[in-house]
């Protein structure tokens, strides 16, 4: 299988790279692309040992030193939108695992389903931000969208053990993140070095401030919505300190299913590069006796605001949800930088809600507005 990795440099990117070699002898992947931001150093790297045929760095800063540094390759290199969306459109590519974090995903996917690849989802920005057109892209080009958010994929998996009619909810779990059970008093002067210290999972930055204010589970619900067809009101969250259970469903019978691991991206990952096939893994097994005991709460969405907060839009459905997107990355980058603190992460986004008048009917190009519009109006 060939594949092309956007956003190899990352969290995501360099877990797939390792799951390429841990399957080795069993499966063997081709690496075909690979597409950083800015750190060339790790381009280079990762391009000399994988050989690709194509390494994207999009910053376009960034472009002439990469170029450099391959030069004594036959590695093309490219740079900006363009160089991604090469990545993902490459003839001899059957999959692309869609990994760079934020907005900046949306177009190379939307090009890679286009030209019919396989897509392996990570960046869940892309379905909150255009759900509907992604879906329907998807259809029309007859691609297999596989799931690798972990709770997706444990949905996804636990999905198998009935029939699409005979589901009745879902149950979402989180980890509740770092703050879990703090008032709003207490997440006043949250730093942002105690923000991206998560409990359980090893992550890029973006979502772990995310995963700290609940709107990471926001965005996965908005993201479960579309990957599996359901109602908002069919799919509860469910705080699950361990991270040990990555989500589960529940049938007509009242049946649930779960899907159950330790926390490790790998096990994900993988599963998406192998469907259908199980493939022996690297990761440890989980010792249940050693566990004991597995915990189960409710979230609190009054001090998380963010979490009402993409419900909310996720609810009003149109352009809303491409708001709340747009404007929690303003936000987050404004809080990562310095700029503000974590409570008004919440207050930003609300207040860029409430600025937005919704529109139902829109094409990609209406989302690409809207996205800038937040990003150059409403700057922090
Ligand atoms: P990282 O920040 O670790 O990596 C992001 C990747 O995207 C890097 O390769 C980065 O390049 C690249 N990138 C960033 N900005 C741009 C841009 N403007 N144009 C092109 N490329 C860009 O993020 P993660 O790997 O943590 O997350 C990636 C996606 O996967 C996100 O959507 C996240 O929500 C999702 N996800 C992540 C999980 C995790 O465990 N990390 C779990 C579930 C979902 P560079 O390195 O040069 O900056
Ligand atoms: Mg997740």
Not at 117 to 124: G, P, Q, R, V
Not at 217 to 222: A, C, F, P, S, T
Request: aromatic share 6%; glycine share 6%; charged share 25%.
């Amino acid at each position: 299988m060939n594949i092309s990795i956007l956003g190899s440099t990352g969290s995501i990117g360099t877990q797939a790279l390792e799951v390429v070699d841990d399957l080795k002898g069993i499966k063997d992947i081709t690496i075909l692309a690979i597409t950083g931001n800015s750190n060339a150093e790790l381009l280079e790297a990762q391009a000399r040992r994988y050989k690709p045929q194509l390494a994207v760095v999009a910053d376009e800063t960034k472009y002439n030193d990469l170029k450099c540094r391959l030069a004594d390759t036959d590695i093309t290199v490219s740079t900006g939108e363009e160089g991604l969306c090469e990545a993902a459109t490459l003839d001899k590519c059957d999959m692309v695992l869609s990994s760079i974090v934020g907005f900046a995903g949306l177009v190379p996917t939307m090009k890679a389903i286009e030209a019919g690849k396989d897509i392996a989802l990570a960046n869940k920005e892309t379905l909150v931000t255009a759900g509907g057109l992604f879906c329907d892209a998807v259809k029309r080009h007859k691609v297999r969208l596989l799931p690798v958010d972990s709770e997706h994929s444990a949905i996804f998996q636990s999905l198998h053990s009935g029939n699409r009619g005979e589901l009745k909810k879902i149950l979402l779990t989180a980890s509740g993140g770092p703050f879990y059970g703090k008032t709003q008093d207490e997440l006043k002067n949250i730093k942002k070095e105690q923000a991206l210290k998560h409990p359980n999972w090893s992550m890029g930055a973006k979502i772990t401030i995310d995963s700290a204010t609940l709107m990471n589970k926001g965005l996965e619900i908005i993201e479960a919505k579309w990957l599996f067809d359901v109602d908002f009101d069919d799919i509860e969250v469910l705080v699950h300190r361990e991270s040990i259970i990555h989500s589960m469903v529940e049938f007509c019978d009242k049946s649930v299913i779960a899907q159950l691991s330790l926390p490790s991206m790998k096990h994900p990952i993988q599963y998406a590069f192998t469907y259908p096939q199980r493939l022996p893994s690297s990761d440890s097994s989980v010792s249940f006796a050693d566990i004991a005991s597995l915990t189960f709460g409710k979230p609190d969405e009054e001090t998380f605001r963010c979490l009402a907060l993409a419900k909310q839009a996720g609810r009003m459905g149109g352009v809303m949800p491409t708001v709340l997107n747009a404007a929690n990355e303003v936000a987050v980058a404004a809080f990562l930088s310095g700029k503000i603190g974590f409570l008004q992460i919440a207050e930003y986004v609300e207040n860029i809600l409430s600025k937005y008048e919704n529109r139902l009917n829109f094409s990609l190009e209406d989302i690409i507005e809207v996205d800038r519009s937040v990003r150059l109006e409403h700057k922090l």
